[in-house]
């Protein structure tokens, strides 16, 4: 893929990466670099004046995110005490994977492809001697920009090798020079390769996003052998088609829907602008002249002027009709079908009755259905993803370790949760039900998770409701204080 006189990226890939860049802009709110084409519909006026924009396309992400992991899923391999439960927890706490993850579904969302990498190496990379950083599994995302996957000859699915390729400038006695670092995984080896590239095309934000290789350093040629039987690099899609490996993101479909919500609220800030500081007319003869008997005044600057017959005309504000009543209609419909389109309903936003007045937990959950399909529906590749990567950690933890392990590599679990708030009465009534009216939790563990104790808090508390109880009971009162009988 990486060849001496190519292009760097490949530009089979530079749409994609262009994708991304752009995508990220949105998220993060810089609307007016990406669709600077807004200018072309505002007049010269307008264009100085003002630049309004929304930033949907982070409450996108950011919902999505937020539903697939923002409550944590439970990952489980074998019974809760076994070997292999206790080695796939330490592994994702070892790499706050939780974490990892949120993060890679928020980019995933804009991108449409995330990229696991599993290594075996120190947490500070050799800065700390292995006595204090010991090698252990450690697993990431990988910047997706830098990642080329290479597919089987006719099977455009089937990834067979995944390419890391970054860039990296480094100065010399010539001054600046870039070399591309190309990190190539393949099963059971990873190949590194060194180029040295030449820049030679700059975006408007003065970064560089083309390179031409021109040079191989061969000294930096090297093989590594992994001893897993698959690359160590793992792809996730936010969801994609079938003829692709490609993930499709949650952005990009909607651009001229974000395009025309920012215009429509920048046309709207420029006519309240315009009813906030309007111009007055005045009868003729009301302004002050000038030695020629001519009115003084300059309508650019004191926004007045006036007007000939001073009999039919009093002094009034010159307002203008922008028709604002059609053009917040315009975008009130503009942002029903953008959430419509997105899968977003409004109760999820905190709008339309989002669980007041009385609504249920199931209620909500049903007027969420398009939201928690579209989660459904990248919840099956994040699955998928994360088990081989679990997976995969502990083959290579097996295969790099020099000790014995005492746990056997295992396909993991995973629950995930739905997203929503748990409706405790609602789930209550439905267990008396069930039970026929039995309890279903203990006094000691509803205690504890009411109060958010510990046990010795609890067990304080429970002496305490025992003794309120003791003097409470009426039946004290009904003991033979004498020895009589019957």
């Known amino acids: 893929m990486f060849?001496?006189?190519?292009?760097?990226?490949?530009?089979?890939?530079?749409?994609?990466?262009?994708?991304?860049?752009?995508?990220?802009?949105?998220?993060?709110?810089?609307?007016?670099?990406?669709?600077?084409?807004?200018?072309?519909?505002?007049?010269?006026?307008?264009?100085?004046?003002?630049?309004?924009?929304?930033?949907?396309?982070?409450?996108?992400?950011?919902?999505?995110?937020?539903?697939?992991?923002?409550?944590?899923?439970?990952?489980?391999?074998?019974?809760?005490?076994?070997?292999?439960?206790r080695a796939i927890e330490r592994i994702i706490e070892e790499n706050d994977l939780h974490i990892t993850n949120y993060e890679a579904a928020l980019g995933n969302s804009y991108r449409g492809d995330t990229f696991y990498k599993i290594k075996w190496a120190q947490t500070w990379r050799g800065a700390l001697p292995e006595s204090i950083d010991p090698f252990r599994v450690i697993i990431e995302a990988q910047n997706a920009s830098y990642v080329f996957p290479e597919t089987l000859p006719g099977n455009s699915k089937q990834i067979i090798?995944?390419?890391?390729?970054?860039?990296?400038?480094?100065?010399?006695?010539?001054?600046?020079?870039?070399?591309?670092?190309?990190?190539?995984?393949?099963?059971g080896r990873i190949v590194n390769r060194e180029y040295r590239m030449q820049a030679i095309q700059t975006n408007v934000d003065n970064e560089v996003v083309l390179w031409k290789i021109y040079a191989e350093i061969a000294p930096a040629f090297k093989v590594t052998e992994t001893g897993v039987p698959f690359p160590l690099v793992v792809h996730v899609p936010n969801f994609a088609l079938d003829d692709s490996w490609e993930g499709i993101d949650d952005l990009t479909e909607h651009l001229a829907l974000f395009d025309e919500i920012n215009n429509r609220l920048s046309q709207i800030a420029?006519?309240?602008?315009?009813?906030?500081?309007?111009?007055?007319?005045?009868?003729?003869?009301?302004?002050?002249?000038?030695?020629?008997?001519?009115?003084?005044?300059?309508?650019?600057?004191?926004k007045v002027f006036e007007v000939a017959d001073k009999n039919e005309v009093i002094p009034q504000y010159i307002v203008w009709d922008g028709?604002?009543?059609?053009?917040?209609?315009?975008?009130?419909?503009?942002?029903?079908?953008?959430?419509?389109?997105?899968?977003?309903?409004?109760?999820?936003?905190?709008?339309?009755?989002?669980?007041?007045?009385?609504?249920?937990?199931?209620?909500i959950k049903w007027r969420m259905n398009s939201l928690l399909a579209k989660i459904n529906r990248k919840r099956q590749y994040y699955d998928k993803g994360?088990?081989?990567?679990?997976?995969?950690?502990?083959?290579?933890?097996?295969?790099?370790?020099?000790?014995?392990?005492?746990?056997?590599?295992?396909?993991?679990?995973i629950n995930f949760k739905d997203g929503l708030p748990d409706d405790d009465l609602e789930m209550a009534n439905i267990m008396s039900i069930r039970t026929g009216g039995k309890p279903t939790i203990s006094q000691r563990t509803a205690i504890k998770l009411l109060d958010d104790l510990t046990d010795e808090q609890v067990e304080e508390e429970l002496q305490r409701i025992q003794k309120e109880e003791s003097f409470a009971d009426p039946s004290i009162f009904n003991k033979e204080s004498g020895g009589g009988g019957e």
């Open 386 to 413: 994360l088990r081989n990567v679990l997976y995969i950690a502990q083959l290579l933890e097996h295969a790099q370790s020099g000790e014995k392990l005492d746990y056997t590599p295992t396909w993991p679990k």
């Open 270 to 302: 420029v006519i309240l602008d315009k009813h906030a500081d309007p111009a007055i007319a005045v009868p003729s003869g009301v302004i002050e002249t000038d030695e020629d008997g001519n009115a003084v005044f300059r309508v650019g600057s004191m």
């Open 3 to 85: 060849q001496i006189g190519e292009y760097y990226p490949p530009l089979e890939h530079e749409k994609r990466i262009n994708r991304y860049r752009a995508n990220k802009k949105l998220v993060q709110g810089f609307h007016y670099d990406v669709f600077e084409r807004v200018h072309n519909r505002l007049s010269k006026t307008q264009r100085d004046l003002i630049y309004v924009s929304a930033n949907l396309p982070g409450v996108i992400a950011k919902k999505s995110a937020d539903f697939l992991f923002g409550e944590t899923p439970t990952i489980t391999a074998g019974k809760e005490s076994s070997p292999e439960q």
């Open 161 to 187: 090798a995944y390419h890391i390729a970054v860039p990296v400038p480094v100065e010399d006695s010539k001054g600046l020079e870039w070399i591309l670092k190309v990190e190539s995984h393949y099963p």
């Open 323 to 363: 028709q604002l009543e059609a053009a917040f209609k315009e975008l009130e419909r503009l942002v029903d079908l953008l959430l419509t389109a997105a899968e977003l309903p409004a109760v999820a936003l905190g709008k339309d009755n989002a669980g007041t007045s009385g609504a249920s937990g199931l209620s």
